[in-house]
């Protein structure tokens, strides 16, 4: 059973692009979780999705952030219009229940 | 609010015990979390205690959970080089989502 897949693992924006981070979930899981890490910082929840179904964004930037689970497909992160404060790295963790969770190899995204 | 304290640093001998504590404030947390980060890694899971336990051993592992003051720690047992990673800990308070400390980075000194 392979872990949480996550691509790319390194992503390089210039200010203004947008950056698409891909996590797939392991196998059997339904609950998809992103997570951001700034440097020297623990991770800080974004959001949970289910399913074609948005669970709890609490975490996510009201503007620029989206996120979405299709029904067939990795999760993806989207991130428009990129500024440098936006550089981090961005952790994926899926689960079979809401406890515990598994977590992917992250995507650095570097912003220039 | 939810805030999950750690020491920042800890730095031991090869061969010797490690003790990483933590604190949290959400008394209704169901289940309590060690994570291991190794430089430019993920987060690999090593031990979840549930809150109605005291104590948890797995092999080198040992969690120790004091409910009344909130104080999580882990203890690695002959600690080895190969330990050397940032330790987080992580609550999660009902149905939320998981809550992490800044974590604890371990160095182990050969």
């Known amino acids: 059973n392979a872990g949480v897949m996550q691509n790319p693992r390194h992503l390089v924006r210039r200010r203004g692009q947008e950056a698409r981070l891909r996590c797939s979930p392991m196998?059997?899981?339904?609950?998809v979780y992103w997570y951001r890490q700034l440097p020297e910082e623990g991770l800080k929840f974004m959001v949970y999705?289910?399913?074609?179904?948005?669970?709890?964004e609490s975490g996510m930037p009201k503007e620029r952030f989206s996120a979405e689970f299709p029904k067939e497909g990795p999760s993806i992160l989207r991130i428009q219009q990129v500024v440098r404060g936006d550089s981090a790295a961005y952790f994926c963790?899926?689960?079979?229940?809401?406890?515990?969770?598994?977590f992917g190899p992250g995507t650095r995204l570097t912003v220039t | 609010g939810e805030d999950v304290e750690q020491s920042l640093f800890l730095s031991v001998r090869e061969g010797d015990s490690s003790v990483i504590n933590c604190t949290y404030t959400?008394?209704?947390?169901?289940?309590l979390y060690w994570y291991k980060q190794e430089p430019g890694a993920g987060l690999q899971l090593l031990t979840y205690?549930?809150?109605?336990?005291d104590m948890k051993q797995d092999q080198r592992l040992t969690v120790l959970l004091n409910k009344k003051d909130k104080h999580l720690s882990l203890r690695i047992a002959d600690t080895q080089t190969g330990d050397s990673a940032i330790y987080f800990c992580?609550?999660?308070?009902?149905?939320?989502?998981?809550?992490f400390g800044k974590g604890t980075r371990l160095s182990v000194i050969a």
């Open positions: 959400d008394s209704s947390s169901t289940y």
């Open positions: 992580a609550e999660k308070p009902g149905n939320t989502p998981l809550v």
């Open positions: 196998k059997g899981h339904s609950h």
């Open positions: 999705l289910q399913k074609e179904n948005i669970i709890d």
């Open positions: 963790a899926s689960s079979p229940s809401s406890d515990e969770q598994y």
């Open positions: 205690i549930f809150s109605n336990m």
